[in-house]
């Protein structure tokens, strides 16, 4: 049998020409899908560099606003006690002007006391000498007219 009878019988004529043909297209598919794989793993990789450098750049933000949220708190916790240290000062300043002013008022009152207190003892004085000399009196007119 030769080729033109073989091609007749089976519908398809085999030959080395044909043969090569579809190896060098198989070839061809087969460096094509090479280059197609050797570009997609370049791309991975530029990608796989990409990612990590931002995600390098993205922790790097993080570590820097952690240090800003810090010094925030820093702040408003210094803030907030210097507001509280105010308040402090503000309330026992109120607190030592009410105290001053009610020493003051118990000093007057103590002086006014004492003063009255001096009245007082110079009033029972003047009365004890007054009644000690009405009785000395009355003693000695007593014994001078029934003597």
Request: glycine share 6%; charged share 25%; proline share 1%.
């Amino acid at each position: 049998m030769s080729g033109a009878e073989a091609s007749r019988d089976h519908g398809y004529m085999p030959s080395a020409e044909l043969r090569d043909a579809a190896l060098a297209e198989i070839m061809g598919d087969v460096a094509a899908l090479h280059k197609s794989v050797r570009d997609l793993a370049a791309i991975e990789a530029d990608i796989d560099t990409r990612i990590t450098a931002r995600v390098v750049e993205l922790r790097a933000l993080c570590a820097d606003l952690a240090a800003a949220r810090e010094t925030v708190f820093g702040q408003i916790t210094a803030h907030a006690t210097n507001q509280a240290q105010k308040s402090f000062r503000e309330a026992m300043g109120e607190l030592l002007g009410k105290v001053e002013r009610t020493l003051q008022g118990v000093d007057r009152g103590l002086t006014a006391h004492a003063g009255r207190q001096f009245v007082d003892r110079m009033a029972v004085a003047i009365m004890t000498a007054t009644f000690t000399a009405i009785a000395v009196l009355c003693g000695v007119w007593v014994m001078l007219r029934f003597h």
